[in-house]
């Protein structure tokens, strides 16, 4: 069942409580193109106890396409967190790095505007799928890297760190993509996102790469792919939920062993574990 679908059918199934959407907000414009996200924030948001955190939801699409609508964790809402779902430049309109660098402006825009919206600064989570998780693993290993911070947007000093991330069925080595089903559909993607092949563009391609960028100060990661997946090998998550254990870096690595890409991924029982590592790291209990 595809992400999108399976959200609706949950929706429907558990109802969520009415919220204060904002959509097309613009957290950056780049070339005269406004960059966008929409935010979902529960109605109850000023009376949370402890404070209300923030996670983040970065689409997939193969850097070419997908879009924003329908975020898949939008059910945590449910669950009492603010939740955005954010738009980045593909890789047909700019090439890598442009694409962590849009993320890491919303990012930065999001917790320049905490105080208005209600959530708390100090405990904003990321989530992705696919490129989108790549994206989110990116985000969480290139904390303190200048080449991955860019300049995009209003907001640059403040902060693009993130305190967890969870990376569904993300790339995290574009130097060293082993064989898979779809070889030539993941080459061709990444050539597109590099500008070239990875041989014609290998310190690119590193850059882009999570892997190379893991050290012990990583935030929380759950790391979530299919024993199946045909365009993104499970040994790419394996081997970077392998690296951050070597630096003593926290992570959690779980795989669904019929899992694709993008197939059986978000079923409840994932779901659910998706959200209590948010509730975990970002220190949100669930409510009574």
């Known amino acids: 069942m595809q992400p999108a679908l399976f959200a609706i059918l949950l ?5 969520i409580p009415t919220l204060d959407v904002h959509r097309d907000l613009t957290y950056a414009t780049v070339d005269n193109t406004p960059l966008q996200l929409d935010l979902y924030l529960p109605k109850n948001i000023a ?15 193969g850097w070419v396409g997908g879009n924003r609508a329908n975020p898949p964790l939008l059910f945590m809402a449910k669950g009492g967190f603010a939740l955005a779902s954010i738009s980045y430049r593909f890789s047909q309109v ?19 505007h905490a105080a208005e919206y209600g959530y708390d600064p100090n405990r904003i ?3 992705g799928g696919s490129a989108g998780g790549h994206l ?9 890297s200048k080449p991955h911070e860019g300049t995009v947007g209003d907001c640059l000093q403040t902060s693009s760190a993130v305190q967890a991330v969870c990376d569904t069925l ?30 014609q563009q290998p310190t690119l391609a590193r850059l882009a790469s999570p892997l190379y960028f893991v050290d012990q100060s990583d935030p929380p990661f759950l790391i979530v792919h299919g024993r199946l997946d045909p365009l993104v ?18 992570t959690e690595l779980l795989i669904d062993p019929d899992g694709g890409h993008g197939n059986n991924m978000f079923d409840p029982a994932t779901m659910q574990h998706i959200e209590q590592f948010f509730r975990t790291t970002l220190n949100f209990p669930t409510p009574n």
């Open 11 to 15: 929706s429907a199934l558990n109802p």
């Open 233 to 250: 090998p499970v040994s790419q998550a394996e081997r970077l939920h392998n690296a951050q254990r070597k630096a003593g870096a926290p």
């Open 47 to 61: 009376d949370a106890p402890s404070g209300t955190p923030l996670v983040i939801w970065i689409h997939g699409g």
């Open 136 to 144: 989110a693993a990116l985000l969480g290993t290139t904390i303190h």
């Open 125 to 127: 989570g990321v989530a």
């Open 94 to 112: 700019a090439k890598f790095p442009a694409q962590i660098h849009d993320a890491k402006a919303a990012v930065r825009w999001l917790r320049a």
């Open 170 to 199: 993300g790339p995290t080595d574009l130097l060293d993509y082993e064989d898979c089903q779809m070889k030539q559909a993941a080459d061709d993607l990444v050539a597109k996102l590099l500008g070239g092949s990875v041989k």
